[in-house]
């Protein structure tokens, strides 16, 4: 996910009050694994046509480490704030919960992971919308 990759995504969606519909994991294994992929289902609102709530995919490949807790006090999967996303290390680090940080900027990857409740770090990543099924 490039620059203006997130740039398209945090101008496209509202996340406040976004909620996590799905969290899907995969494993890859076999003689050459290219590691674990992970997919967000968060339901957001689309800015420029009425606030429409949109089903919008997350799509994280080379899954390095994750964290996923259930926040004491607060609905699962409810967002506050639009994720955060920072590079440290080669790697990109998504973060759910990054209102904790303010306008604070976090200094590492470490930092990152120390008291986020959902936060994942891949070696690349994208976004889309999920469409609706036709049967």
Known sequence: MTDDGIA???ARYEFHDAGIRRVIIDQEFGREPRGRAVR?????????EGCRWEPVCLDLAGVRRFRIDESLGAPAGVLFDAPRFTRFDGLMQVDLCAERFGSLRPRSGQEVF??????????????????????
């Open 8 to 10: 398209a995504l945090l």
């Open 40 to 48: 967000l289902v968060i339901d957001a609102q689309v800015r420029d």
């Open 114 to 135: 120390e008291g986020s409740e959902w936060v994942f770090e891949a070696v690349e990543g994208s976004w889309s919308v999920l469409e609706p099924w036709s049967v």
